[in-house]
């Protein structure tokens, strides 16, 4: 156990001449890259040539690249609000990490062993209890640690795999041996970067990663996907497996996307599953669909609000019956984040000479847990180097004197010895250094054991500290590169995994998904006519003429208030210039008006997050440009909102383009439909009033705020006129504008709308649009002329408008209550315990 | 002494409710002076899906659900259990809390290993300060544990208040300390945070207590409740429960349902409801004696 530092001669500094010149690895570290001698080690040689060959400029221009194609892969949290990588999740540097073949069996072989050793663990916990019983695993270990969860006690899960995927941070200690420092098995994150880091380097350097024997990370994941399907057709063949996420919000909820992808298993979340009788089912459109496997991308604690006595609304209430009841697969099973327990690779040792006979290969770091006599003396012996940790519960804070954290509970406290992790060489601008670094690898569960991914995320940092604190957000990462004795066989996932979930996502989606798509387009369309409304107004005002003398000003201002976005007039029918200006410019700004351009605009966007995998890269970018309204309250109103719109445009144009024309994007123009069709009536309804009132040019700036004037111009060539302004806004099917359109529109998307059973009778939804449509489709406007007594708020057309809109609020209530029903789940509690006295 | 217990909790919600998912811990545990001679849940509606375990503590557990619109759930639970006297313990002559504070630490048999597990804070009886100095007055040195407890459970009788508007279902115990107030539940929260804070092993107890008319009035039905109380552990005796509400050491009449680390572990019923608005709740519980 004890570990001293051996001592170690000067180390030489490296003698080339480029990049690496002068470098010298410092006294008690093990440097990765070069020997004692100042040699490159052998497996470095044709990286550190590599690089060497490269101009310092070149370099830049790499790191830059290789930045830039993990923003547009998405990895980045958000990657307009952080231009420096802060705030990305292990962000990318480009000096891999080689491993030699023999290094690597050694690894291999050691994280071999502590996955079974651990599974047999997990075993034994969340059954006989055993190593409890027998004394060979301290009480406290279960009695009182928050990650031993009670409620998964007897639970047998699938195929006997209490452990299917399993996460180690190593660090080769300045003797050149590995060693543990911590282990994940709730919830193990950086599969996804590993994964990503290597599609970006073997990008960024081709013909070194061609030219080097590099074992690939493809088999690994088939591996994972090949044994699932195996657990899973135990009950069924063909097994239906998700993916669950943690949401949008989560920082590394890219991960979560990117193996989804990779592997073709839905993306879904917590409201997108629920339990009947025992079973799991993903709510889609068409109905529920059971579930036979979650790879589970949420810790334990958040597994399960209802057993696990929760407020929270991540998980799934009633997982964990569905488990007891061995109905599902879960990767991990809930509960396996006991092995993340920080002082139980202390104890690691003899449970594998006591479980598996065999002395345990790979070493933990050497620490002292001080529930026992023996190792309190050994840690207060070395008071003054020990880190003082939480033994049980990481988020427990120790008091700052370890005196006093061992009087309040000493079996909460543990004392590991210092970490000196080995170095390897970082690039940044300001040349290379060496920094400390761990190694997070994976093993996964195979058919008959383990596997292990020959690969994995090398995080490193500036010093040990920030390295132990282990944020992602302030670790970079690198690609561990596994060198092979052989050739390499190139392999890939795609066309067996990928084609098959793709095939199968695109007949239906989850039922949250259908939600945010029209709820997007309905924002989008919304947004889209508030800034051409606004913009006609702003491009009147900022004209030459004054404007009391723009008649068609009153107009426009007339249908801003109509739809709320300024106050109304006032009595005497006055609103002095400088106080319209205000108005105006809160119109645009006001965060906390439920009808201004800026909370319109970041309902766009939240609706967007919330369906981010669903879309394109592209179509992310221009959502992001939305940011920026409302950070230079002094741009010109006319110019933002002309780039504003432009924006909405193009992303517009790019989800629309860019997805299939599935059910997704049948919901998110339904959206748009019906929000456009709602924004014509209130115009016309609103605005023509005005027009009557003989306002010359009102007829037009309608048509202009319909966006509809090319196609007037382009169909009448005449002076405007009230009728065939009317019969190309409201009836002609063939402006994409007009309110026909849009329903006509509808009816096609609800015709092709999943439906439980044959198809022998219209669905309400069919009845609805039909009723619409027809109704549409026979209106009259012959004769309508504002000279006829002009339409006002009683005549038949304004009618007509108000019968429209309701009939088209309550399509869209029966669009939501059929397809997208969301209901808030409400734990209930018994009554207070009551009067015993 | 023979009992038959009913207990019936109905929800009602204000919109139909989709789903309904639950836990339930209504089904009295044999004990060593429980017998449990019939017990039988019934509901309204009939659920889709009831699945019965023994939980980690030995306790009991249905989780049920029913899966159609429902306005209103009814559970009932109908018990007969016949309950024994308490063996009537001199509190003397237990061992002084030091020593059975030592033994658990060093949980040398397969008893005191189980026992320890109620040494540890638990989710809703957290450590804090202030509790270990309110018991360490019941507990001078050398005090036999069981005399300490009972002095404990007297001086919270004399100086707490039963107070129903004082708590809810999570109050914490620091909270319940300082304000002097609470329920049956606050109370064996406290007490058990109490002993917990000595090294000492108690656990959470929920059940019933057979309550008796003023003398001359008839029992009215259903006006008994649910109570809950501790127990400690005693090298050589085993479990010994107390109240600290009614400041007793309950005997035939604390009828046991089942026991955990605390309130937690056990609440009768605990669910969770798709849709169904508002809800409120009613229950009548009878503990009636027959012959």
């Known amino acids: ?837 | 002494m023979k009992y038959r217990i009913t207990h019936t909790t109905t929800y009602q919600y204000s919109e139909p409710a989709s789903l309904s998912q639950n836990e339930l811990f209504f089904t009295p545990r044999a004990t060593a002076r429980q017998q449990v001679l019939q017990s039988q849940l019934s509901f309204d509606p009939q659920p889709q899906y009831l699945h019965r375990r023994i939980d980690y503590f030995g306790n009991i557990a249905h989780v049920f659900m029913v899966q159609q619109p429902h306005s209103r759930l009814t559970l009932t639970a109908a018990s007969v259990v016949r309950t024994a006297r308490n063996s009537r313990l001199q509190p003397q002559a237990t061992p002084a809390w030091e020593e059975v504070g030592r033994r658990l630490q060093a949980h040398a048999t397969a008893e005191e290993l189980d026992a320890y597990q109620f040494v540890f804070a638990s989710p809703m009886i957290a450590e804090a300060p202030g509790i270990r100095d309110y018991a360490r007055i019941s507990f001078p040195p050398g005090t036999p544990v069981l005399a300490g407890s009972i002095d404990l459970m007297r001086r919270m009788f004399a100086e707490f208040a039963y107070d129903k508007t004082a708590s809810t279902v999570d109050t914490p115990v620091a909270q319940v300390l300082a304000g002097r107030r609470g329920v049956c539940q606050d109370f064996a929260h406290l007490a058990i945070a109490c002993l917990r804070s000595l090294g000492l092993a108690a656990r959470y107890v929920s059940g019933y207590l057979e309550t008796l008319p003023p003398p001359g009035t008839p029992k009215l039905v259903g006006a008994d409740a649910s109570h809950a109380w501790l127990s400690l552990y005693v090298p050589g005796a085993g479990w010994i429960d107390l109240d600290p509400t009614n400041n007793v050491v309950p005997g035939e009449s604390h009828l046991t349902l089942a026991w955990g680390r605390d309130y937690g572990d056990v609440a009768p019923v605990r669910g969770v409801v798709m849709g169904g608005g508002a809800h409120t709740l009613a229950v009548a519980v009878d503990v009636a004696r027959v012959d």
């Open chain 1, 1 to 837: 156990m004890d570990h001293q530092p051996k001592p170690s001669g000067p180390a030489a500094a490296f003698a080339g001449s480029g990049l690496f010149a002068g470098l010298t690895c410092p006294q008690g570290a093990y440097c990765e890259a070069f020997a004692e001698d100042g040699q490159p080690r052998e497996q470095w040689r044709a990286i550190v040539a590599a690089m060497d060959r490269a101009t310092p400029e070149r370099l830049r221009q790499r790191q830059e690249r290789v930045k830039r194609m993990r923003h547009e892969d998405g990895a980045t949290y958000n990657p307009f609000d952080a231009p420096d990588g802060r705030g990305t999740p292990w962000a990318l540097e480009m000096v891999p990490l080689p491993l030699t073949a023999a290094e690597w069996s050694e690894l291999e072989r050691g994280l071999l062993q502590r996955a079974r050793l651990l599974e047999q663990v997990l075993a034994d916990v969340y059954g006989p209890q055993l190593l409890l019983k027998n004394g060979r695993m301290p009480a406290e270990l279960i009695y009182a640690n928050p990650r031993f969860l009670h409620a998964c006690h007897g639970i047998q899960p699938n195929g006997g795999r209490f452990l299917s995927l399993y996460a180690a941070d190593c660090y080769r200690g300045e003797d050149g041996r590995f060693r543990v420092l911590r282990e994940y098995g709730g919830h193990p994150v950086g599969l996804g970067y590993a994964l990503e880091n290597r599609i970006v380097i073997s990008r960024l350097l081709p013909e070194l990663y061609h030219r080097t024997q590099i074992r690939r990370l493809a088999p690994f994941f088939q591996t994972l996907h090949t044994s699932l399907v195996q657990r899973s057709s135990l009950r069924r063949e063909d097994p239906n497996i998700v993916l669950l996420s943690s949401g949008p919000d989560s920082p590394i909820y890219f991960e979560q996307a990117l193996l989804s992808r990779y592997l073709g298993y839905p993306l879904v979340e917590g409201q997108d599953l629920t339990v009947r009788n025992g079973r799991l089912f993903l709510r889609k459109l068409a109905g529920l669909e059971p579930v036979d496997t979650i790879f589970r991308h949420i810790d334990d604690p958040h597994s399960d609000p209802f057993a696990l006595r929760r407020g929270d609304v991540v998980g799934v209430a009633g997982l964990i019956q569905v488990a007891r009841e061995q109905n599902i697969d879960i990767v991990n099973p809930i509960g396996a984040g006991f092995i993340d327990t920080p002082v139980l690779p202390v104890f690691l040792a003899e449970l594998c000479d006591h479980l598996l006979g065999e002395p345990l290969m790979l070493a933990s770091h050497p620490a002292w847990w001080c529930g026992e006599e023996q190792g309190r003396v050994q840690a207060l012996a070395r008071l003054e180097t020990v880190r003082w940790q939480p033994a049980l519960d990481r988020a427990h804070r120790l008091a700052a004197d370890p005196h006093r954290a061992l009087d309040e509970a000493a079996f909460a406290v543990m004392a590991q010895e210092t970490v000196q992790p080995s170095l390897t060489p970082v690039w940044t601008q300001e040349g290379v250094h060496l920094r400390p670094t761990l190694l997070r690898l994976f093993v996964c569960a195979t058919e008959e054991g383990f596997a292990v991914l020959p690969g994995g995320l090398a995080m490193t940092a500036h010093d040990v500290d920030t390295l132990l604190a282990a944020v992602p957000e302030r670790l970079l990462s690198k690609d561990i590169w596994v060198l092979s004795d052989e050739p390499v066989e190139p392999f890939s996932m795609l066309g067996t995994l990928h084609s098959v979930g793709e095939f199968r996502r695109s007949s239906d989606l989850p039922s949250r998904v259908a939600d945010h798509l029209l709820w997007l387009g309905r924002y989008l369309e919304r947004a889209e006519g508030q800034v051409r409304l606004l913009r006609s107004v702003f491009r009147r005002l900022s004209g030459e003429a004054r404007p009391e003398d723009i008649p068609e000003l009153a107009f426009l201002l007339d249908l801003v208030r109509a739809i709320g976005m300024i106050p109304p007039l006032p009595e005497n029918g006055e609103v002095p210039q400088d106080e319209l200006a205000g108005q105006l410019t809160e119109a645009l700004y006001r965060q906390d008006r439920p009808a201004s351009v800026a909370v319109v605009l970041k309902q766009v966007q939240e609706a967007a997050r919330n369906v981010r995998d669903r879309l394109s890269r592209d179509s992310w970018r221009v959502i992001n440009r939305l940011e920026d309204f409302g950070d230079n309250p002094a741009a010109d109103p006319l110019d933002l909102l002309d780039n504003t719109l432009f924006t909405l445009s193009a992303f517009s144009g790019l989800a629309m383009e860019g997805m299939t024309r599935g059910l997704g994007w049948r919901f998110m123009d339904m959206g748009r439909r019906i929000e456009r069709a709602l924004h014509e009536i209130d115009l016309i309804r609103y605005g023509l009033p005005q027009v009557c009132r003989a306002q010359h040019n009102a007829l037009e700036a309608l048509l202009e705020v319909s966006d509809s004037i090319m196609t007037y111009r382009a169909r009448y060539r005449t002076a405007f006129q009230l009728a065939p302004v009317l019969d190309l806004l409201l009836l002609d099917e063939s402006n994409p504008k007009s309110l026909a359109f849009q329903l006509d529109q509808l009816a096609a998307h609800v015709e092709e709308l999943p439906r439980p059973g044959e198809r022998r009778y219209a669905s309400a939804e069919e009845r609805m649009t039909l009723e619409m449509l027809t109704a549409i489709r026979l209106l009259d406007l012959t004769g309508l002329a504002c000279n006829s007594g002009g339409p006002e708020n009683d005549d038949p057309l304004n009618r007509f408008l108000e019968t429209m809109a309701t009939r088209l609020l309550a399509f869209a209530q029966q669009v939501g209550a059929h397809y997208l029903t969301r209901v808030a789940a409400t734990p209930h509690f018994s009554l207070r315990l009551g009067d015993g006295a």
